[in-house]
């Protein structure tokens, strides 16, 4: 009889846990948004694709990561991915390019927000 009741009772749970409502967590974001850089989680930017140091170097840019802390950039490109994903491309909004080299970056937008490597503004 108890072996009925905790099946029962794990059953009710498992269906109850089922039917609550997944929250939401989409973000709107148009192009001419304004968008800051915020910290890396790690000591990199995980969700942010920046060039890689050999390619910035070799382009006679300035290979200094920290220097896109706190930047603001302006949202050019909107994309929708295949998995649900959104991809940004970005440029900053003094009108320079990223380490001297790279005019636009592109960015997994919902990733980005929960690890606060951007903010919306």
Same mark, same amino acid.
């Given at each position: 009889? +108890? *072996? ?10 498992? =269906?109850?846990?089922?039917?609550? %409502?997944? #929250? /939401? ?13 915020? *910290? #890396?989680? /790690? ?8 060039? +890689?140091? %050999? ?8 290979? %200094? ?17 295949? @998995?649900?994903?959104? +991809?940004?491309?970005?440029? +900053?909004? @003094?009108?320079?390019?990223?380490? *001297?080299?790279? #005019? ?15 903010? =919306? =503004?």
């Amino acid at each position: 009889m +108890r *072996n009925y009741v905790m099946a029962a009772l794990i059953a009710l749970v498992s =269906l109850s846990m089922h039917s609550q %409502n997944q #929250p /939401n967590n989409t973000v709107s974001v148009t192009k001419g948004d304004v968008i800051e850089i915020g *910290n #890396p989680s /790690n000591t990199k930017y995980k969700y942010i694709k920046l060039p +890689r140091a %050999n390619f910035v170097i070799t382009r006679n840019g300035v290979a %200094n990561y920290k220097a896109a802390l706190g930047k603001e950039v302006v949202v050019t490109e909107v994309k929708a991915i295949k @998995d649900g994903h959104t +991809r940004i491309t970005v440029k +900053r909004k @003094d009108g320079k390019k990223f380490f *001297n080299t790279t #005019p636009t970056i592109s960015i997994s937008l919902e990733k980005a927000l929960a690890v606060n490597e951007i903010k =919306l =503004l």
